[in-house]
């Protein structure tokens, strides 16, 4: 997991955010994750979310999903991934607040418009996680 300090993803929040990218993708993954953000419970807490196809969603969820005061659920640009309405339909059947946007930009835009301060998680891929780095000008050697 790593805090993205500074960058052009940064300025799209405000200044009471922090954004956090994790590439976890599996359900250990989301078991550590849950773990983690349980620290973080004194904020309001946002989930950016996306997955390749052929990896269990369903579970992963499961186990993180009540921690977020809202879930936004975008496509990986570039990878065969699994269609945000079919991740939206099945989150539906047992909360609100999930929401698809197109990219991580316009999730980010939706939470500094709805929300003034809490933590964001951007995880389900290490695929998202690279085009995270990437866009958020990140040098990866």
Not at 17 to 31: C, F, Q, T, Y
Not at 54 to 78: H, T, W
Not at 107 to 124: K, M, P, T
């Amino acid at each position: 997991m790593q805090k993205l300090e500074s960058g052009p993803l940064n300025s799209l929040v405000t200044k009471k955010m922090e954004i956090w990218l994790d590439g976890g993708h599996n359900v250990d993954a989301s078991l550590i994750l849950k773990n983690v953000v349980n620290q973080w419970k004194t904020k309001e807490n946002f989930l950016i979310f996306g997955m390749v196809q052929g990896k269990d969603f369903r579970e992963f969820l499961q186990n993180i999903s009540y921690l977020f005061k809202c879930i936004l659920v975008i496509p990986i640009s570039d990878h065969q991934f699994i269609s945000p309405k079919i991740i939206k339909k099945d989150l539906d059947n047992f909360r609100t607040n999930v929401f698809i946007k197109n990219n991580v930009s316009e999730a980010l835009v939706f939470l500094r418009n709805n929300f003034e301060q809490g933590s964001v998680l951007i995880c389900g891929s290490l695929y998202l996680a690279g085009h995270i780095l990437k866009e958020n000008k990140y040098k990866i050697v």
